[in-house]
């Protein structure tokens, strides 16, 4: 009931998650029940890579989040996601006890080699997996609370606040390239063996993660589905169109912007939790500011402000690089900035909006007959 509520008015939406639900149930029949000689079977390196996929789908829905309805352009939304993404990977790197490569079951293997004589006190609690998962939201929405009671409550708006999030996921980026900080300096975290007892190269395993992937997803969607619905939602779109008016009769547009800038941290850093057991590593590179950049161009390609739009422009987006990038890597890069330059000259809406386009484009040729 309260789902059909979220999602009145909101074809796209239905028809994203309709989808995605019939995907979730095919894709593990098609990889566990089909034999792997039958041209249905789905392989392993598949549903890790669509699991991969739907990460990103979720880190575009934050984004989408802040900027197509906050109207916030934020530049630096894979700080988030990497440290959820370190928060998982911490986890993972206890997990491996004495099966690393100097057998020690207290200190990493990059901590050994580095001649580290004890656990860091900021590594403790990580062998435990709940401990781990509230990392995962705590860490990101705090350094987002922070960052945003800050910067708002300093009314740096505009492109000021974007360079702000680039600046900070750069410097993040620069810290973490560091051995002392302990977090495994430019080769990051890896070879990790197993979650919650489950060995991580089990085809069990990776259907549960792209499942995983899959319900987060679906749960984002709804949850930024229901904030814009909402009274809040409304107050939100106000800030994003008329923010002058709206603090000007009273509401604390500071307040709100921080509130909707926290959670949608937290859902890139869920995102990033969900993606580095399925790619097997998380490093620096994470951070990098062209990452960031990147996820704003899945959400333009996409459709701003639509939600539905942020997940079909991030599995688009990656599959095309998934292809590109084997076929003609040195061009990616030009491909995807001459996408973003079309999609924004011709398709301001998104491939989303196309559709709308379309319907509008056939009724004027018709009225004008």
């Not at 899945?298 to 459709?303: D, E, K, S, T």
């Amino acid at each position: 009931m309260l789902i059909t509520s979220i999602l009145r008015n909101d074809r796209g939406g239905q028809i994203m998650l309709g989808v995605l639900l019939a995907v979730l149930i095919a894709v593990p029949i098609l990889n566990l029940i089909v034999p792997a000689g039958n041209p249905l079977h789905v392989p392993t390196y598949l549903v890790t890579l669509m699991g991969k996929y739907l990460t990103y789908a979720l880190l575009a829905i934050a984004v989408d989040l802040v900027w197509g309805y906050l109207g916030i352009l934020s530049l630096g939304h894979g700080a988030f996601f990497a440290l959820g993404g370190y928060a998982m990977g911490m986890y993972l790197m206890r997990q491996i006890g004495d099966r690393g490569v100097y057998g020690n079951p207290e200190l990493p293997d990059f901590m050994v080699f580095l001649n580290w004589k004890e656990l860091p006190w900021f590594w403790y609690g990580f062998d435990m997996f709940w401990f781990a998962m509230i990392m995962v939201v705590l860490i990101p929405g705090l350094l987002a609370f922070l960052f945003g009671w800050l910067a708002f409550r300093s009314r740096v708006t505009g492109v000021y606040l974007s360079i702000m999030t680039q600046a900070l996921t750069y410097a993040l980026l620069l810290a973490f390239f560091r051995n002392e900080m302990g977090f495994g300096g430019n080769n990051g975290l890896t070879d990790f063996k197993d979650i919650l007892g489950f060995s991580l190269q089990a085809d069990g395993t990776r259907i549960a993660l792209f499942i995983a992937s899959g319900i987060a997803v679906m749960l984002g969607y709804l949850l930024c589905r229901y904030i814009i619905n909402s009274k809040l939602g409304r107050v939100v779109v106000a800030i994003r169109d008329a923010e002058s008016r709206t603090r000007f009769v009273g509401y604390k547009v500071e307040n709100y912007k921080v509130w909707v800038f926290t959670v949608s941290a937290m859902l890139a850093g869920i995102a990033g939790a969900l993606y580095v057991p399925q790619v097997g590593i998380i490093n620096p590179g994470e951070f990098s500011p062209l990452n960031s950049i990147e996820i704003v161009i899945w959400v333009a390609i996409g459709g701003r402000a639509t939600l539905y739009g942020a997940v079909l422009g991030a599995i688009l987006v990656n599959y095309s690089k998934t292809v590109f990038t084997g076929l003609m890597p040195e061009s990616w890069l030009f491909m995807l900035g001459a996408l973003f330059v079309l999609v924004t000259l011709y398709l301001p809406k998104g491939l989303a909006g196309l559709v709308n386009q379309i319907k509008a484009h056939t009724i004027n040729k018709k009225v004008a007959a």
